[in-house]
């Protein structure tokens, strides 16, 4: 298997996030908003399928164009944005978004 890997990278929203539709329980102290600041510190791995020719690939474009994809499905378009109504939830399309973009991961 072969895997790649970007840490340590910091990310910001101050726009276009908030904190709402997320699970509710007894403890639950939050109530919802649509105007919160989102940042993170990202850490992303990825694996190329076992059916692609390893000599083929441009390891150093893959990285690069899957770190742009991330950003821009983070951010959204740079006049409109994109809603994020949660981390977790932006995390996991992001994840999906990169998967369904990239076919050898």
């Given at each position: 298997?072969l895997?790649?890997?970007l840490?340590?990278?910091?990310?910001?929203?101050?726009?276009?996030?908030?904190?709402?539709k997320?699970?509710?329980?007894q403890?639950?102290?939050?109530?919802?908003?649509?105007?919160?600041?989102?940042?993170?510190?990202?850490?992303?791995?990825?694996?190329?399928k076992?059916s692609?020719d390893?000599?083929?690939?441009n390891?150093?474009?893959?990285?690069?164009?899957?770190?742009?994809?991330?950003?821009?499905?983070?951010?959204?378009?740079?006049?409109?944005?994109?809603?994020?109504?949660?981390?977790?939830h932006?995390?996991y399309?992001?994840?999906?978004?990169?998967?369904?973009?990239?076919?050898d991961?």
């Amino acid at each position: 298997e072969l895997s790649s890997k970007l840490e340590g990278m910091d990310i910001l929203k101050t726009t276009q996030s908030g904190w709402e539709k997320f699970y509710r329980d007894q403890w639950t102290t939050l109530g919802d908003t649509t105007e919160r600041i989102l940042a993170t510190t990202l850490e992303v791995e990825w694996s190329l399928k076992d059916s692609v020719d390893y000599h083929a690939v441009n390891y150093s474009d893959l990285f690069d164009n899957i770190v742009q994809h991330i950003i821009s499905t983070f951010l959204g378009d740079p006049k409109e944005g994109i809603y994020s109504n949660g981390v977790q939830h932006t995390m996991y399309t992001i994840g999906e978004s990169v998967l369904r973009q990239f076919q050898d991961v």
